[in-house]
């Protein structure tokens, strides 16, 4: 079993960033694909980024790219999400992710991970 726990959500103004942190337990994430998810209200949950068991490859929803960089530290077991330039649209709570798979591209369908962190906000005022 693979424990996650979200953390670094807030309040910040538009044009601002948050660093959102995911700490793991119980497993050692080296062969770990790990995800961000989010889900604003009223609306179904959606991909953000994911990045693969090396930290080789990465993928990011186009609504985030250039804004948000996902990073891992295997030795720290810790997935990372900087999130730069926030608008109002990034409102919604974070999830963090994790898949054992050991392929090179990070899967993108949430239904394909079996651990889920129990999420953190992220409000973005205008």
């Known amino acids: 079993q693979v424990q996650l726990v979200e953390s670094g959500g807030g309040l910040v103004q538009a044009g601002g960033s948050l660093r959102l942190s995911c700490a793991a337990s119980g497993r050692t994430l080296s062969s770990y694909t790990m995800g961000w998810f989010r889900q604003a209200p009223g609306k179904e949950r959606e991909f953000v980024v994911g990045i693969n068991w090396s930290g080789g490859s990465t993928y990011y929803a186009d609504s985030v790219k250039g804004r948000f960089t996902i990073s891992r530290n295997n030795v720290k077991n810790t997935v990372y999400l900087q999130m730069n330039s926030l608008e109002p649209e990034d409102t919604a709570v974070y999830y963090c992710?994790?898949?054992?798979?050991?392929?090179?591209?990070?899967?993108?369908?949430?239904?394909?991970?079996?651990?889920w962190g129990q999420g953190t906000q992220v409000t973005v005022s205008s």
């Open positions: 992710a994790a898949r054992y798979s050991r392929s090179y591209q990070p899967e993108t369908t949430g239904d394909l991970y079996a651990y």
